[in-house]
């Protein structure tokens, strides 16, 4: 039986675990935080990325847990909309995905559908891989050697695992932005809709709703990159107070539970990587092609990528082959949806005031019924540049 380890258990760890033990793969997987994270907003799940989760048979439960949310209406200081965008109501259109849920959500029920079949070790992470003839002998922080046949890196953006498999090829291209994730206590001023709010300086604020009686916050700011995604958690939160300082609408709400609520804050970037494998060892998600959760695109590009990866093992004659049928198939997929709408992410979050009255006189004209529908189609994200493949493996045979 061919033994896989993955590194990282999110969505593409868990993903390509479920597909590559239904393959008979033997699967371990090693994640770094010491429980299943549970932090995040709503992730969309579209095109490609829906037909692989029902594939799984997840379309339903993933409907079951959505968050519901009706659409996105960008609002002023005082909270009167300027323009507003209904979800959208088919697989792949709209702001709003129809179909959305919680990123913790998704991992759960991913790690719930494999974790009687997979080995989950939590805390510990890989410090070393070296590849021999017969595998790759693989030290952790924590836990004794062990050897594996392949060993797959889906430990998102900052993959500490990347390196190790490809060296410095892979760039990590900074979008000058950065996001700060929480969760707060809901009141009466939120809604299904989610709220859009630009404050001069380039910094933006939503709300936006969930299933389990919350309210999803985000705080971002344009910034060169400096670092700030390695700072820890408090000096992160000194610095949303001091950015956010005197920013009006709901901002002042979100501070004051910035002390008391699990912080996710991450340098908006892309990860672009001349090749995904190397010998035995290959990337995949985040660690391999983020896309930012500007595109939307993220969660989709994980299953897809985990769902073709293990398929492709699954089918071909050795490891090498497989890796490369995966980067064939995914590689036109990824950059399509590595290509951001116009303009992006400055023309939505502008520096000055009038920057951000000339955004706004785009969006009211971008929401009249007539042009919504284009705009929808140039700002939604593309999801079409693949074609699934059917699978019927024979026993692995790497
Ligand atoms: C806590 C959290 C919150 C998020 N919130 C949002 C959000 O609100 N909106 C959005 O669009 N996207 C969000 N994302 C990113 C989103 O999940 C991904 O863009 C997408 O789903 C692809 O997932 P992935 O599994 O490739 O990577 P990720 O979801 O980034 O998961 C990577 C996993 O690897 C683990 N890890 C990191 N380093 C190591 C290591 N060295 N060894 C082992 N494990 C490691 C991480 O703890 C994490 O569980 C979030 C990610 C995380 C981890």
């Given at each position: ?87 959208g109501t088919s697989d ?199 896309a930012s959760p500007i ?104």
């Amino acid at each position: 039986m061919t033994t896989v380890l993955i590194s990282g258990a999110s969505i593409a760890g868990p993903a390509l675990a479920y597909w590559l033990h239904r393959y008979g793969f033997e699967v371990t997987v090693v994640e770094r935080a010491p429980e299943l994270r549970s932090g995040g907003q709503n992730v969309d799940v579209r095109g490609a990325g829906r037909e692989v989760a029902r594939r799984m048979g997840l379309e339903d439960a993933i409907r079951a847990a959505t968050t519901g949310e009706a659409g996105v209406r960008f609002v002023e200081a005082d909270d009167r909309t300027i323009a507003a965008f209904a979800a959208g109501t088919s697989d792949s259109d709209g702001p709003t995905a129809e179909l959305e849920i919680l990123r913790g959500d998704l991992a759960r029920l991913l790690v719930d559908r494999t974790a009687d079949r997979v080995g989950y070790v939590f805390g510990d992470h890989i410090t070393g891989l070296d590849e021999v003839d017969t595998g790759v002998h693989v030290s952790f922080a924590h836990g004794a050697p062990r050897t594996f046949d392949l060993v797959v890196a889906a430990d998102g953006i900052r993959s500490s695992t990347r390196p190790l498999v490809l060296g410095d090829e892979a760039e990590v291209a900074s979008l000058h932005m950065y996001t700060a994730y929480l969760t707060i206590p809901r009141t009466d001023s939120d809604s299904a809709w989610a709220r859009w709010f630009n404050a001069p300086g380039g910094r933006t604020s939503t709300l936006r709703p969930d299933n389990v009686g919350t309210t999803r916050a985000t705080l971002s700011f344009m910034s060169e990159p400096r670092g700030y995604e390695r700072w820890d958690a408090a000096g992160q939160r000194d610095l949303l107070r001091h950015r956010f300082a005197g920013v009006g609408w709901e901002v002042p709400r979100i501070l004051a539970a910035l002390d008391h609520h699990e912080l996710y804050f991450e340098a908006l970037a892309q990860v672009k990587s001349p090749r995904w494998s190397a010998g035995r060892t290959a990337v995949l998600g985040d660690a391999a092609y983020c896309a930012s959760p500007i595109s939307g695109m993220g969660t989709s590009l994980a299953l897809t990528g985990a769902y073709v990866l293990a398929g492709e093992l699954a089918t071909r004659l050795d490891h090498r082959e497989a890796f490369a049928a995966y980067e064939s198939i995914m590689r036109p997929y990824v950059e399509q949806a590595q290509e951001l709408p116009p303009g992006t992410p400055r023309l939505a979050n502008p520096r000055t005031r009038a920057g951000i009255a000339g955004f706004n006189t785009l969006l009211r004209v971008a929401s009249r019924p007539l042009v919504q529908k284009l705009a929808g189609k140039v700002f939604s994200p593309k999801a079409e540049r693949i074609e699934l493949p059917i699978y019927d493996p024979s026993p692995a045979a790497v």
